[in-house]
């Protein structure tokens, strides 16, 4: 019946079966498949039918909406915008008015406008692996295609609450129990199962046209009942959400303001609040994060690609936390790996740190027993190198110390394979240094993991002056194989991410110089976005481990990062005050009943500091932001312009997955953007005075006086 780039129509005697069949690798509401569901709904609305299938020529059902339009949708403003999903409002109201029934049938994933899409049929069936979803919070905004009229109706206020404002992915027996799907089945019976729920109807065996009524009528709760459910549920979303991300507590507003309404009045309040946040900061930074990483994860895959083979083994050398993390991270990705340690209580430890992320896994339903007990047999741990001769990629992750690390590089590149590729964990030493008493510097690169190992996206994959791009290849691979985001950077000290994090921590320690009150910055800077503030966060890096990487840094940039006083991470060291690992730093640490880390701040820093309760600061929390964020924001200038990194996009996703960058700002580059950049030169003059660290990075000087953005 009709043909387009996004989907086919085709009648099968009585039954009609709308096939998604994207010229791309993916399903997803562009603004072509939004135009050819209207001509195919057209063609619907003109024949006599038993029912109508609609299916997918793809692993998965339906991705959603193309976010790649949204940008410049967004930017046009509100009658844009809504003009836009008005288009595909209609399109759902029409395949629910079709004078015969629907079914959706499943295959893979179906979220965010494929979700809205099912809502939209009379009968959905999946198969047992599908997936279904609203993810649309994730981006800063909230369903504007019915999700959040229909979903309440069809399963309920409690469960439309959770599945919107937490943006999960359920499993298909999750959807079942819930009433979202009618049947799970075989992927092979989906088109069987509806049809036979088609001819069951035509029977009359089955109604459809009361369950059109439900999702048309108010839900079916009384004002008392809707006010407990709403009302209970903004608070706790709230409190969960923060107040940086207002998504998820406007979804329960649209549904609890719509409870009362007809279908048709309901989707204009949706509208209203998809508005309120589509056209806001956080929607239009969450949205460049997630265009950006798909921008970085391309790229990695296109280096995968390369590979010569699969990483089916892999060693790691050094058996402490971060080893026993990189071995764990192996492991539960389906990865033999080697762990080595020179003394067996390394290995203890290392095994202990793979058996208790195990445990944790275990302990939350994400993993069963057997498969733990399958984990752990990937690790083989050993004291020395007779295992070694069938290795693809080995890990150093002993002490930061460069002599150390070269003799055990040494070490086992005489044991490997020669065709295996050597990498290093390092957070600072140069990779081309290391490289220099290796036989096979081209097959050696740097592979630095972010702690812990199991919770960090990023892994920073160095490349030294000799590497070769098979080596890059391989190691990306290996990333990828271990669920992490790899970004490729080009040697300097420090790298990409703890280059320009130390400069961050220079503007902190001026801060506390100058009189701030340590705690004041860490309120201030979460309060700004960051999951904890500077002090906390160097407690929780180690500030021994600090200490060394600064001096790391004002060797490699004495320019700007070689201090003529003594900071707040000098004097702590010096009183051995190493943070969490002492249980004490900035802060004292105990544990709770459940042994989580509980913080109260330190008497004995504050004294250092010169800090008490007479301290009054004439810092504005303003110039607190500003001078923390200018040498970070100059620094990663100086690391795309020297080519460390490719881009702005990779840059960003560098600082929000290797540091905790807050996502809601999109990262540093894009909150320049925002900012702008002639603005931000206008703030920074006021602290020029500070040092080079406030000086402005040529690359941003450029971007002011030519009115250039970043992205």
């Not at 949205?287 to 790691?316: E, I």
């Not at 740097?446 to 290849?473: Q, R, W, Y």
Request: aromatic content about 8%; proline content about 4%.
């Amino acid at each position: 019946m009709f043909t387009g780039n996004t989907l086919k129509l085709v009648v099968d005697g009585a039954i009609a079966n709308l096939q998604f069949s994207s010229q791309q690798s993916v399903n997803i509401f562009s603004s072509q498949a939004v135009d050819e569901l209207r001509q195919a709904l057209t063609e619907l609305e003109s024949v006599e039918l038993d029912g109508l299938i609609i299916s997918s020529d793809k692993k998965d059902f339906f991705l959603g909406a193309d976010i790649a339009e949204f940008q410049p949708l967004f930017a046009q403003g509100e009658k844009a915008v809504s003009g836009f999903l008005q288009k595909n409002i209609d399109n759902l109201n029409r395949l629910e008015a079709l004078p015969f029934p629907t079914v959706g049938c499943v295959n893979g994933m179906a979220l965010g406008g494929g979700m809205e899409l099912l809502l939209a049929c009379d009968f959905r069936v999946a198969e047992p692996g599908a997936k279904l979803g609203l993810p649309e919070v994730k981006l800063g905004i909230i369903p504007g295609w019915g999700g959040t009229v229909r979903l309440p109706r069809l399963a309920g206020a409690d469960t439309a609450i959770e599945w919107i404002s937490s943006g999960k992915q359920f499993n298909a027996a999750d959807a079942l129990n819930v009433g979202v799907l009618d049947a799970v089945v075989p992927k092979d019976q989906l088109i069987p199962a509806a049809r036979d729920i088609i001819a069951q109807v035509a029977a009359g065996e089955r109604e459809y046209k009361g369950r059109r009524g439900v999702k048309h009528s108010p839900l079916a709760l009384n004002r008392i009942e809707a006010g407990l459910v709403f009302e209970s549920a903004k608070g706790f979303v709230a409190a969960k959400a923060g107040k940086h991300y207002p998504a998820p507590v406007a979804a329960i507003k649209a549904m609890q303001e719509a409870a009362s309404c007809e279908r048709n009045e309901a989707l204009v309040i949706e509208m209203k609040y998809f508005l309120s946040v589509a056209l806001g900061s956080t929607a239009k930074a969450l949205v460049t994060v997630f265009l950006s990483d798909q921008a970085l994860m391309r790229k990695a895959k296109k280096w995968a690609a390369k590979a010569q083979g699969k990483c089916d083994r892999a060693a790691v050398l050094g058996a402490g936390i971060m080893g026993g993390g990189i071995a764990y991270q192996s492991a539960v990705s389906g990865v033999h790996v080697v762990m080595k340690d020179v003394q067996q209580k390394g290995l203890d430890l290392g095994l202990t740190e793979a058996s208790k992320l195990l445990a944790k896994q275990v302990e939350r339903g994400r993993m069963d027993s057997k498969a733990m007990a399958e984990a752990l047999v990937r690790i083989n741990p050993t004291l020395g190198y007779d295992d070694f001769n069938h290795i693809d990629l080995a890990v150093e992750a002993v002490v930061e110390n460069r002599e150390i690390k070269q003799k055990v590089l040494q070490e086992v590149e005489q044991v490997l394979d020669e065709a295996a590729v050597l990498a290093s964990n390092t957070s600072t030493i140069s990779i081309s240094a290391l490289a220099q008493s290796l036989a096979r510097p081209e097959q050696f690169c740097g592979m630095h993991f972010f702690n812990p190992v199991h919770a960090m996206p990023l892994v920073e994959v160095i490349c030294g002056e000799k590497t070769s791009d098979d080596t890059i290849a391989s190691v990306v691979a290996y990333a990828l194989a271990l669920g992490k985001k790899p970004v490729v950077v080009n040697d300097c000290p420090g790298f990409l991410v703890n280059r320009v994090l130390f400069p961050y921590f220079s503007g902190f320690a001026m801060l506390v110089r100058d009189g701030v009150d340590f705690q004041r910055i860490d309120r201030v800077m979460e309060n700004f976005g960051w999951p904890m503030g500077p002090a906390y966060l160097l407690d929780v890096v180690g500030i021994d481990t600090a200490i060394h990487a600064e001096q790391v840094m004002a060797e490699g940039y004495p320019d700007r990062l070689q201090r003529n006083y003594t900071s707040i991470t000098e004097k702590l060291f010096n009183q051995k005050l190493l943070g969490q690992k002492s249980q004490a730093g900035f802060y004292c640490y105990d544990t709770d009943k459940k042994g989580k880390p509980v913080k109260a701040v330190n008497p004995n820093a504050l004294q250092l500091a010169g800090i008490d309760a007479n301290t009054d600061s004439t810092v504005s929390d303003e110039d607190i932001v500003l001078r923390m964020m200018i040498p970070m924001v100059n620094e990663l200038n100086r690391c795309l312009q020297e080519g460390v990194v490719d881009s702005a996009a990779e840059a960003d996703m560098a600082m929000v997955y290797g540091t905790g960058f807050p996502p809601h700002i999109g990262g540093v580059f894009h909150w320049v953007d925002q900012l702008g950049a002639v603005e931000l030169l206008d703030k920074m003059r006021v602290f020029e005075a500070l040092g080079p660290l406030y000086q402005p990075a040529e690359l941003l000087l450029e971007k002011a006086q030519q009115s250039a953005s970043y992205y």
